[in-house]
Each structure stands twice: as structure tokens, then as C-alpha cells.
């Protein structure tokens, strides 16, 4: 079956103590996406990833990192959460960025 | 800023047609129409796009103004399980990367 694949679902954690959500598609997709969802806010991306090796800054990069080492693992990290961080997290993934996007389920996290 | 304007809420009797609009009334030439849903805090969900011409698929259909200044999805029977918000976004054809722009959205509730 078709799918992006999220990593935790939920995490509750303190500030400073560095984490990853890892996202993992396997449809062969070039291009990759993390957004956060926040009230009021709706969704804004963070990174986008055209292709191995290839990343870009979104709408809200502060904080947050990514990499792309393989085509189907796009893992964000946050160094030192802080609260401010705490938000529903969606990864996406299509077959180019002009492309329709297939989400994941989302990670809920908390910095407390 | 969003370059749509939906309805914040529609209703719905199970088994009836939704049809819910959109206005993109700057739109330009290359512009496709995109519509997701999100279900509760689900990831959003893929429906249609379209760039000029109607668009049916096995979710929906896509209605677009000839000058394309609006167009209306069209969930045919709709069910309990369409209860989401659906989000109406203009994106442009050539622009690779750049993050898909989720307005508010309309709230559609499906009731038997």
C-alpha cells in the first residue's frame, strides 16, 4: 500500500532534548515536505526536499533541521525543542513538487 | 495570504450532492486548482485539480468557470465520512518546491 510513514505519533519531551520524527515513503517519490499545523494558523511548511541531497527552507526553518541522505527517508530534527515547537507535524511526499501530495498521519508533539 | 475564499462552514444530508465553491478570482494563466480535505487532525488527503477543463475522478468532481475565476467540488453522495474541511488552493504550474498555501478552508458536516 501507498504510503508516508511518521515516526512517533505522539511525543511528549522537555526543552533542550534533541529529537527526530522521522517520515519514510515508498512510492519513489523525488520530492519530500514537512509542515506544522498550529490553531488559527493552519499549515505552513519547513523544509521541502526536491530530490537526494537537495533541501530547501520553507516558510519556518528556524529550528528545525532535515536531511535527505536516501529518497525515501526524510527525517526533521530539532536540536533543542522549545515550546514554542510544540505543534501536529504532517510530512508529504509527491513525484515532483509541482505534483499532487500524499501526506502522513501526523506527529503530535509536545515540548514541555 | 491565501488566494482563495471558501465558505467557513457548509451542511449536508447524507446520500446528497455536496457542492462546495471557491473563489480565485486573481488566478493566473498556470495556475492549477487544487482541492484536499482533512479529516479531523488527520494528514490532508488529495481530491482533484484541475487547470481549465472539468474533472471528475472516483472522489469527486471539479467544476471550473470558463473565465476560471471560480469553481465548485462536487462530492456526488456524499457520506458521514466526507464530514472535513476542504481546502480550496491555486498553485502555480511551474513552481516546484513552493509549499501549498492552506487557507481556512470550509468546514463541510454530512448528517443523516
Known amino acids: 500500500e501507498a504510503q508516508v510513514t511518521q515516526n512517533p505519533r505522539y511525543l511528549i519531551t522537555v526543552t533542550g532534548k534533541k529529537l527526530t520524527v522521522t517520515c519514510s515513503q515508498n512510492m519513489n517519490h523525488e520530492y519530500m515536505s514537512w509542515y506544522r499545523q498550529d490553531p488559527g494558523l493552519g499549515l505552513r511548511q519547513i523544509y521541502y526536499?526536491?530530490?537526494?541531497?537537495?533541501?530547501d527552507k520553507g516558510d519556518v526553518p528556524e529550528g528545525y533541521k532535515v536531511s535527505r541522505k536516501e529518497k525515501r527517508n526524510f527525517p526533521l530534527i530539532l536540536e533543542s525543542p522549545s515550546p514554542n515547537q510544540t505543534s501536529l507535524y504532517f510530512c508529504?511526499?509527491?513525484?515532483?513538487?509541482?505534483?499532487?501530495?500524499?501526506f502522513g498521519d501526523g506527529t503530535r508533539l509536545s515540548i514541555l | 495570504d491565501a488566494k482563495t475564499t471558501q465558505p467557513p462552514s457548509m451542511d449536508c444530508a447524507e446520500g446528497r450532492a455536496a457542492n462546495l465553491p471557491c473563489n480565485h478570482s486573481?488566478?493566473?494563466?498556470?495556475?492549477?486548482v487544487y482541492w484536499y480535505r482533512q479529516i479531523h487532525s488527520q494528514g490532508p488527503q488529495y481530491i482533484i485539480h484541475g487547470l481549465k477543463n472539468n474533472e471528475t475522478n472516483e472522489m469527486a468532481s471539479l467544476i471550473i468557470t470558463e473565465d476560471r475565476k471560480s469553481s465548485t467540488l462536487i462530492l456526488p453522495h456524499a457520506t458521514l465520512r466526507d464530514t472535513a474541511v476542504y481546502y480550496c488552493i491555486v498553485r502555480p504550474r511551474n513552481q516546484a518546491g513552493t509549499a501549498l498555501i492552506f487557507g481556512k478552508g470550509t468546514t463541510l458536516s454530512v448528517s443523516s
Open positions: 526536499s526536491m530530490n537526494v541531497e537537495v533541501t
Open positions: 508529504a511526499s509527491s513525484y515532483a513538487g509541482n505534483q499532487p501530495q500524499h
Open positions: 486573481t488566478i493566473s494563466g498556470n495556475e492549477y
